[in-house]
């Protein structure tokens, strides 16, 4: 049976790309016509020829995209030739192959030698002690920086809110606004669940947490 199955859909597949390249062979032919003699009919036969193929080209792409899910579904997971090659892949991707070196401008691609190049750049651009382009600044200018910088101070009731502990009111109130249909935290529990079966303030014995 299993045979008998791959001969028949060998056979449909053989049909429908010979029927692909007609239909292009077709295409191009009344392209061509369609340049010269305006035909009406020219038109809506090339029209028509166009509807086919791209009808073709869609249930191939389809066919082939639940191929490939199925194929990733039962293979994605295992340890087999599909999950290497696609570490590979993602690996090729992230790995640096060749780097100029600050110094030498030479192109390098031994593994060492990329480091010793990353390592040598960000000494040179962090390393500002020797840049005579850089100035020093000393610790006495430092501190007066600071003496008279006049940063952003909290005012004393802001520090008191900050202070104060949280009150079972504030709780309830940034209850109400949490976003729903979120996923559950930790807990295990959806902000639906909490904003429903929270209790009110009325109900609890006013103190803080």
Not at 48 to 61: A, D, G, M, S, W
Not at 74 to 101: C, E, F, P
Not at 107 to 133: H, V
Not at 192 to 201: D, L, M
């Amino acid at each position: 049976m299993r045979g008998i199955l791959i001969q028949l859909n060998a056979r449909i597949s053989k049909q429908r790309n010979q029927q692909i390249d007609e239909l292009l062979m077709s295409i191009k032919t009344k392209e061509e016509l369609n340049k010269t003699s305006h035909d009406p009919s020219t038109s809506t036969s090339l029209a028509t020829n166009r509807n086919k193929l791209r009808t073709l080209l869609l249930y191939k792409y389809d066919l082939n995209l639940q191929k490939t899910k199925a194929k990733f579904y039962s293979m994605s997971n295992k340890a087999n030739a599909l999950l290497t090659k696609m570490i590979k892949q993602r690996h090729l991707k992230d790995k640096i192959s060749s780097v100029h070196h600050p110094t030498t401008h030479t192109l390098t691609t031994n593994p060492r030698e990329i480091a010793n190049a990353f390592a040598t750049y960000y000494q040179q651009l962090y390393n500002l002690k020797n840049d005579p382009d850089t100035i020093q600044p000393t610790l006495t200018s430092i501190q007066q920086f600071l003496h008279t910088t006049k940063l952003p101070q909290l005012s004393p009731s802001q520090l008191d809110a900050i202070s104060t502990p949280i009150s079972i009111t504030e709780i309830e109130n940034i209850t109400k606004t949490l976003p729903l249909n979120k996923s559950p935290g930790n807990y295990g529990y959806t902000n639906e669940f909490i904003q429903i079966f929270c209790p009110k303030s009325s109900t609890i014995p006013i103190q803080t947490l």
